[in-house]
């Protein structure tokens, strides 16, 4: 019997190492909607990051691409990485995109998601009349600071607070405020949600806070377990920031001025909590239940911040 040589493996493709990147990363059991849906969409981010080629197009000839042995090597061990630490993919990279801006993050910060970002690049129309007019605005609960970046962006004329109780996310806030070159434009504060605000008042008041029932986070994966629990958790009924950013905020704005608030998918039961309150629901990617826009004027009027004690204990 002759001995013949086994054939020489077939050359590794990006597209190669992107099958053996989904495969994996679908058969364990992750959790996803850290900005990517799916096992194929981190398997993109996670195997073009340790490639070094651009995430956001992948034309047919970067499908085509030889990748050496080493390299493939790395974006695999980058997988394994994800699976075993169960960590969003944006820890492992240091990058997050929201509304085609790049951020760093770490896990000081939770990785950029919220639906706000989208109603920012819409210039919050029909609430904000003319964007220009916008002369002040404050992201409470920065993070971050990847809306106040945005913010600062679309409302080129407004001077923004950045406002964090964290000192650490604060820290990463100045890396995106210095990587967007808007030093001039936002001033980052620590501060427990308006304490160190004075008697400032702003035009628009965006806030992502924390929502999170206390229910919820006993239950949440892994992946969300390692971003900061204060920047999750809301207390038992998810509504502990949110009562006092209802409270606080209309000493903060300006007669005409606009409060847009994140609060997860708990729409009915914040209506049942302020059944006085008109609040308006936009539409988002996420629904037309997780974000709420009042004008100060609602939430001035006699009774609109009267609370409806719920009538069971809160569910998440
Ligand atoms: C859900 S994260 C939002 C971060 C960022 N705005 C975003 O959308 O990605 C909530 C943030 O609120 C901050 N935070 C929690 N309690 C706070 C408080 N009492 N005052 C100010 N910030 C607070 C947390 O540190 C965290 O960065």
């Known amino acids: 019997m002759t001995n013949k040589p086994s054939p020489a493996p077939a050359a590794a493709t990006v597209a190669s190492v992107l099958t053996a990147a989904r495969r994996a990363l679908s058969r ?80 000081r910060v939770i990785v950029p998601r919220s639906f706000i970002a989208e109603l920012l690049t819409a210039e919050l129309y029909p609430w904000v009349e003319e964007p220009a007019d916008i002369g002040s605005a404050l992201d409470l609960c920065t993070g971050s600071a990847c809306l106040a970046v945005i913010m600062a962006k679309i409302f080129a004329h407004a001077a923004v607070d950045a406002i964090d109780l964290s000192p650490q996310a604060l820290e990463v806030a100045r890396i995106n405020v210095a990587r967007h070159r808007l030093g001039r ?36 994966p892994p992946e969300y377990r390692s971003e900061p629990a204060m920047a999750l958790a809301g207390g038992g009924n998810g509504f502990d920031l949110v009562d006092l950013i209802l409270t606080q905020a209309a000493d903060h704005l300006t007669a005409q001025g606009t409060l847009v608030v994140e609060i997860g998918h708990h729409r009915s039961r ?6 006085r309150l008109p609040f308006f629901w936009p539409e988002t990617s996420g629904g037309d239940d997780c974000v709420f826009v009042l004008k100060r004027a609602d939430l001035v009027a006699p009774g609109a911040l009267q609370v409806q004690p719920a009538r069971r204990r809160a569910i998440s």
């Open 28 to 107: 364990a059991e992750l959790s996803y909607g850290h900005g990517y849906l799916d096992s194929s969409e981190e398997a993109l981010c996670l195997v073009m990051h340790a490639l070094s080629l651009p995430g956001d197009e992948i034309s047919d000839a970067t499908l085509k691409k030889r990748v050496s042995a080493a390299a493939r090597q790395r974006a695999l061990a980058l997988i394994r990485e994800r699976i075993s630490k169960r960590i969003p993919a944006a820890y492992l990279t240091h990058e997050s995109w929201l509304q085609g801006l790049r951020f760093y993050v770490d896990e």
């Open 185 to 220: 434009r936002i001033r980052l504060v620590e501060s427990d949600l308006f304490s160190a605000a004075g008697k400032k008042r702003y035009d628009l008041i965006i806030s992502n806070p924390p929502y999170v029932t206390t229910a919820s986070m006993r239950k949440l």
């Open 270 to 275: 914040l209506e049942q909590r302020y059944p």
